[in-house]
């Protein structure tokens, strides 16, 4: 079973930092592009950024030079370094992951069930 868990949420304050970690369960065949998505507080949710396999990473202007994604293929595992945390950054975020769970399988997007950011002023 694919299974796609975040964690790493935490309340800080405005200024603060905080590192979300997405791990993928074991005996994936493949992954392709993972990616960080956010639900604020009476919105959609929208995406935060994206890493291809080989590392190349795209953001959205909001918190592009503040947040950092990176992976670690060996272990099934991306990252998210957020820096610089603002309080309209507050929410849920989550990862996701486009990914193959055996040779017999077609490519699916698979998603985790969230963790909670939340920044103060």
């Known amino acids: 079973q694919v299974q796609l868990v975040e964690s790493g949420g935490d309340s800080v304050q405005t200024g603060g930092s905080l590192r979300l970690s997405c791990a993928v369960s074991?005996?994936?065949?493949?992954?392709?592009?993972m990616g960080w998505y956010r639900r604020l507080p009476g919105k959609e949710r929208e995406l935060v950024g994206t890493?291809?396999?080989?590392?190349?990473?795209n953001y959205a202007r909001s918190v592009k030079g503040r947040f950092t994604i990176s992976r670690d293929n060996a272990k099934n595992m991306m990252s998210l370094q957020l820096d610089s945390l603002k309080p309209e950054d507050t929410g849920v975020y989550y990862c996701?992951?486009?990914?193959?769970?055996?040779?017999?399988?077609?490519?699916?997007?698979?998603w985790g069930r969230g963790t909670q950011v939340t920044v103060s002023s």
């Open positions: 890493i291809t396999p080989t590392g190349v990473t």
């Open positions: 074991e005996n994936i065949f493949s992954i392709d592009v």
């Open positions: 996701n992951a486009l990914l193959t769970a055996d040779s017999t399988s077609r490519p699916e997007i698979y």
